[in-house]
């Protein structure tokens, strides 16, 4: 890809602050509160580097599922196996899949057995609020998995009454159809969901059929108000070399992954309570061939019960966020054997605002305790200060950890041994950043840095030996992020710009091994940029563009665009992705489709 694909859209923002002077606010995300942490803290008080996507900026992205919209974020680096977010691998700064957390209202939902699996419960995207990314290390705030930065999705809850209707269709004989429900009674709120989405393919065995199921009741109440979670997600899809070598075009996987979750939020005096319970599972079955299971299978079943009580208490000195987690995660396997583990983890933390509540200092800690590991203490500091009304200083420091997966510990095949001695990862992680906010423009940098290390790597001597997993590898990786968002009117309507860049170096140790497998390939220089502009009343469009260039020197700039035509209750929409029909993989040298589209319809009873 020629390096002149990535000037476009600086030309393209030039231009249209050039022409247009006249701004408005359009709209804030300053007093939204950043609901996965103890400490409730206004987002404009952070100091940490988080970003939100709220479900006004879902609409206008175009996308269909949270995969697509994550790859809009500059420094996510989402990698997919095919389309429709089917299977995605999701990174953050340089780290691995197994390195990122997802929550869902809060509640940590990674899988055990593999990172492979933590997209599985990405929620359809008609019911989600916004999604909340946190960057950096975050150990100290979730616990494990949460190495280089967690994604929390935060569900909508029933304000009004409602029943949408949704269809798309396009290439690859692609169907989406979903329908949604939400209900709002004087003492109970309800969110229903159903969607399937079904396609043939855009290459020998990709085809798919995934079904989500998703229901969400409140019970409200001024002293203690009750959310109550379900979700199910069952996804069928050929695997054409998603995992082995690209000459492996007969993989086939089922996955099945679902959630049961009861929490609530009150408070009392001084002190807010947010207690939860919950019940993940996930289920891969995976076959090397197709049409003969016999070679080669393999069935996983992962279960996680777990109960979360966090509390934040304010007095003269700042607040205090105290938090207990406990879980029991399950696993039955024909490849990884019968497992369980209970693991156990404290957190500590306190925010002092000082000099007029200009500086905000947040020390704090995480211990663990693993029944089949040691345990340790990660702790960490915040540090912001608020120079001025437009403009904020933060730094952060911490250490963050993650224990190894199942797969990591025990799994073999013709060429690869698991190695139940692996230690956990470890990493001491630093960011410093500034933000400037304005009505109409806001503008972020930040610089990081990693030292990692007892990194797992896959090494052995001979070539005729099995790649065993070890704890070998140490890592510094380093970088920097841009971001910038401009709102401004053109036409009398609301226009908005944004434009993010991460750049990242790593610095690999050598190791003392005559093959290896551990491949770094890092987004080194990660541009997006999203318009999103409205030139007639009933009618709005978006252009986004991503380009990526990996450590292995591959490069590649996409861009996609989707019009939205509203009249009366319909809304229709077509959404072009690739447009210029750029060959690409993201990942395993799986090519990615060229340009396809996808038609779509909305009606909403109201």
Known sequence: MKRRNFLVPFLLFTFIVTAQENSQRIDTLSEVIVSSTRIDIPFSQNSRTIQLITSDQIKQSGVTNVADLLLLISGVDVRRRGTSGMQADLYFRGGSFDQTLLLIDGIKVEDAQTGHHTMNLALPIEVIERIEIIKGPAARVFGQNAFTGAVNIVTKKALSNKFTLQGQAGSYEQLNLSATIMQDYEK????????????????????????????????????????????????????NGFYATPSAINQYEETQASLVGVQSVFTKGNVTFKPRMYWRRNQDEYVFVR???????????????????????????????????????????????????????????????????????????????????????????????????????????????????????????????????????????????????????????????????????????????????????????????LGSNYKYTWFSFAQRINLGYTFIEDDIQEIDAAFSRYSINSANHQFTGQWNSQFFQNISQTISYRYVERTSGDSYGIVDANVVVRMKAFEFSLVANNIFNVAYSETNLVPMPKGNLLFGVKYDFE
């Open 188 to 239: 109970t709120s309800h969110v229903v969901q159903f969607s399937r989405n079904i396609s043939e393919g855009y290459r020998y065995n990709t085809d798919y059929d995934n079904q989500n199921y998703f229901i969400k009741s409140t019970l409200k109440s001024s002293e203690m108000p009750i959310d109550i979670l379900a979700t199910f997600s069952e996804r069928k899809f050929g695997a």
């Open 291 to 481: 049409d003969n299971p016999e070679i080669y299978r393999n069935l996983h079943i992962t279960n996680k019960v777990g109960m979360e009580l966090n509390t934040a208490i304010k007095s003269k000195w700042g607040t205090t966020g105290v938090g207990v987690d406990l879980a029991k995660v399950y696993l039955s396997s024909n490849n990884l054997g019968d497992r369980d583990r209970f693991m156990g983890t404290f957190f500590l933390e306190h925010r002092f605002l000082l000099l007029d509540a200009k500086l905000d200092i947040t020390p704090g800690f995480a211990a663990n305790y693993y029944t089949d590991f040691d345990g340790n203490f990660f702790p960490g500091i915040d540090i912001g200060y608020q120079v001025s009304k437009h403009f904020r200083m933060y730094a952060n420091v911490g250490k963050t950890y993650r224990i190894p997966t199942y797969t990591d510990l025990y799994y073999s095949d013709p060429n690869t041994l698991g190695n139940e001695d692996l230690k956990q990862e470890e990493a001491l992680s630093e960011e410093i950043g500034v933000v400037f906010t304005q009505n109409k423009f806001d503008f972020t940098v930040a610089f990081f840095n990693r030292d990692s290390k007892n990194l797992i790597d896959y090494t052995k001597e001979l070539e005729s030996d099995k790649y065993q997993a070890n704890n070998i590898r140490s890592l510094n990786t380093k970088g920097f992020e």
